[in-house]
C-alpha cells in the first residue's frame, strides 16, 4: 500500500510537472520578446462601438527607449491576425535599405481566423441595399478605431497624430476607400491592396464627407494576376479620383506586375509607404 501510495503521488507531481511546462511553453510561444523585429506592446480591448474584443500588438520603433521625446507615425494594419507579423519586419527593412522614417505599427487583430471570432466580413463591409443582412459594421468599426483605440495609442505612446497611415488588404482594402470617403482627415495616408468595391459600388464614386487637412494620400494597388473584376474597379477608382477636383487626398494607382491578390502585399506595402513618405526620404537623403 504504501509503495502504491509513493507511485501515485510520483505521477501526479509528474503530471503536474508536464502540465506547467506545457503552459509556459504555450505562453512563451505567443510572446514576440525574443523577436526584436516585433518587440512593443501588447493588450486586448473591448470596443464599445462594436461589442467585441480586439487583439492590439504594437511594434515599436529602433530607439524608441533612448528618447522620450521623438514621436512617430503610426500604421494601423487591418487583418493583424496575419499581416501585423509580415509588415512590421517589412517596416523595419524599408528604414534600413530605404530610409523610410521608422513608425510605430499597430496590428489589429481577432484572434483566430475562425469565422466564429474572426469578423472582418461584418467589421469591414458597410451598410448598402446589396450588403448580407448583418454584413454592414463599417461604422461601428471606424467609430472604433476613431474614439475608442486610436485615442488609446496616441496616450498611450509618442505618436504623430498627424501622420496616421491605414492599411488594408481586399476586404481590408474595401474599409480602407470607405473610411477615408467617409472621414477623410482620420488618417493622413492610406493604402488600399487588391479591394473589392462591393457591397455599395456607388458609394465609392461619391463626394467624401467634409475635411479640413490639403495634405492627404492614398494609394490603391492592383496585382496583374488577382481578378479581373478587382483589377478593373482599382483602375477605375484610381483614374476617377486622380482626376476629380474634389478629392480630399492625392491618389496613386500602383499596378503590381505579376502581383497576386494576397501573397504581393510586402511589395505593395514598400511601394505605397516609400510613395507615401517620400519628402522624408528625400530629407533624410540630402548631405
Known amino acids: 500500500m504504501k509503495l502504491f501510495v509513493i507511485l501515485f503521488f510520483s505521477f501526479l507531481v509528474s503530471a503536474c510537472a508536464s502540465?506547467?511546462?506545457?503552459?509556459v511553453q504555450t505562453q512563451s510561444?505567443?510572446?514576440?520578446?525574443?523577436?526584436?523585429?516585433?518587440?512593443?506592446?501588447?493588450f486586448k480591448i473591448k470596443s464599445t462601438h462594436v461589442g467585441r474584443d480586439f487583439h492590439i500588438n504594437v511594434r515599436l520603433p529602433l530607439g524608441y527607449q533612448a528618447s522620450d521625446a521623438k514621436t512617430y507615425p503610426v500604421v494601423y494594419v487591418l487583418d493583424g491576425d496575419s499581416l501585423f507579423p509580415l509588415l512590421a519586419p517589412?517596416?523595419?527593412?524599408?528604414?534600413?535599405?530605404?530610409?523610410?522614417?521608422?513608425?510605430?505599427i499597430v496590428g489589429i487583430s481577432y484572434g483566430s481566423f475562425d469565422p466564429?471570432?474572426?469578423?472582418?466580413?461584418?467589421?469591414?463591409?458597410?451598410?448598402?441595399?446589396d450588403a448580407k443582412p448583418g454584413e454592414d459594421g463599417a461604422p461601428r468599426f471606424l467609430a472604433f478605431l476613431k474614439s475608442e483605440l486610436i485615442p488609446k495609442i496616441e496616450k498611450q505612446f509618442r505618436a504623430n497624430a498627424a501622420k496616421r497611415v491605414l492599411v488594408g488588404q481586399s476586404?481590408?482594402?474595401y474599409f480602407v476607400l470607405w473610411s477615408a470617403l467617409e472621414d477623410p482627415d482620420l488618417f493622413w495616408g492610406r493604402i488600399a491592396s487588391n479591394p473589392s468595391l462591393a457591397p455599395g459600388r456607388a458609394r465609392f464614386f461619391e463626394a467624401a464627407s467634409s475635411h479640413t487637412r490639403k495634405d492627404l494620400k492614398l494609394?490603391?494597388?492592383?496585382?496583374?494576376?488577382?481578378?479581373?473584376?478587382?483589377?478593373?474597379n482599382a483602375t477605375e477608382w484610381g483614374t476617377t479620383w486622380s482626376s476629380r477636383a474634389d478629392a480630399p487626398w492625392t491618389v496613386n494607382l500602383i499596378k503590381?506586375?505579376?502581383?497576386?491578390?494576397?501573397?504581393?502585399?510586402?511589395?505593395?506595402?514598400?511601394r505605397a509607404m516609400l510613395w507615401l513618405f517620400v519628402s522624408d526620404i528625400a530629407a533624410v537623403k540630402v548631405p
Not at 29 to 42: E, F, T
Open 19 to 23: 502540465t506547467n511546462q506545457s503552459i
Open 29 to 42: 510561444n505567443q510572446s514576440y520578446n525574443h523577436l526584436p523585429s516585433l518587440q512593443g506592446d501588447y
Open 90 to 104: 517589412t517596416h523595419l527593412f524599408l528604414n534600413l535599405d530605404e530610409k523610410l522614417p521608422e513608425a510605430i
Open 116 to 129: 466564429a471570432i474572426n469578423k472582418r466580413d461584418i467589421d469591414f463591409n458597410a451598410p448598402a441595399a
Open 171 to 173: 476586404r481590408g482594402g
Open 219 to 232: 494609394v490603391i494597388a492592383s496585382g496583374t494576376r488577382d481578378t479581373e473584376l478587382r483589377q478593373r
Open 256 to 270: 503590381l506586375e505579376g502581383g497576386t491578390h494576397a501573397a504581393t502585399i510586402g511589395d505593395t506595402y514598400r
